[in-house]
């Protein structure tokens, strides 16, 4: 079945650094691959998505690029700032129904 | 637009019981899926409902079943509980995947303990 990994498991910058966070799925037939922030005891929130027509989508100080060749697509945060401090999934789908294979997830913390 | 709600928030049960957790999804949604989530697996997908129909499951044993309602509410149910089935429990709700609505909102989660 599809598989995900995502890194790294842990992140750790400065107020105002970028942070940059990798994804690999394994199934080429993936079509849509969202990020998602869960701050501790809330829900996941989709911060950003993009699908596989397109090689990059911007929100703000939110970037996602998608290569499919590679199989890879990337979260980039600029001017982090403490707020942004979350776990971070990954995920892609777009080939069964309702279903969304994550990554585990990349906890930033952002220092002030 | 009120967002996905979950209830219970949380609940406590003992091995052996089941439990059966509720999903309302945004208002027009049709589709709603179910993840557990849990510090070593991650979020893992369970099942997906759209006009009450279950059109897609998870490699999770058949302890775990749902169900939909016409006004696109969701039950899930966990029979024989195990410690291990201990997690968070989440649902998503989508328009429909069929015509590439794939964005999936989640609801707050219920929180299963089992001892």
């Known amino acids: 079945g599809e598989n995900v990994e995502q890194h790294p498991s842990t992140l750790s910058v400065q107020e105002g650094d970028s942070a940059v966070i990798k994804c690999t799925y394994s199934?080429?037939?993936?079509?849509?691959f969202p990020w998602y922030k869960q701050e501790l005891g809330k829900r996941p929130q989709l911060i950003i998505d993009?699908?596989?027509?397109?090689g990059e989508k911007k929100d703000q100080r939110i970037a996602v690029t998608l290569n499919k060749t590679a199989k890879h697509f990337s979260l980039h945060i600029t001017e982090t700032q403490p707020e942004d401090s979350a776990v971070y999934f990954c995920?892609?789908?777009?080939?069964?129904?309702?279903?969304?294979?994550f990554g585990q997830g990349t906890i930033l913390t952002v220092h002030p | 637009k009120a967002g996905v709600t979950q209830t219970p928030r949380y609940l406590i049960k003992t091995r052996g019981q089941q439990v059966t957790l509720s999903c309302s999804p945004i208002?027009?949604?049709?589709?709603v899926s179910w993840y557990q989530q849990t510090p070593g697996q991650g979020l893992q997908f369970l099942f997906e409902?759209?006009?009450?129909?279950?059109?897609n499951k998870g490699n999770f044993p058949g302890r775990f079943s749902g169900r939909q309602f016409s006004n696109s509410r969701s039950e899930m149910n966990v029979s024989t509980l195990e410690l291990g089935d201990s997690a968070l429990y989440l649902c998503?709700?989508?328009?429909?995947?069929?015509?590439?609505?794939?964005?999936?909102?989640f609801g707050q989660g219920t929180r299963l303990t089992v001892v």
């Open positions: 409902y759209f006009s009450e129909t279950q059109r």
């Open positions: 998503a709700s989508s328009l429909d995947w069929v015509t590439r609505d794939t964005e999936a909102f």
């Open positions: 208002s027009g949604h049709r589709s």
């Open positions: 993009i699908r596989s027509n397109v």
């Open positions: 995920a892609s789908g777009g080939t069964s129904y309702g279903k969304l294979t």
């Open positions: 199934d080429s037939a993936s079509n849509y």
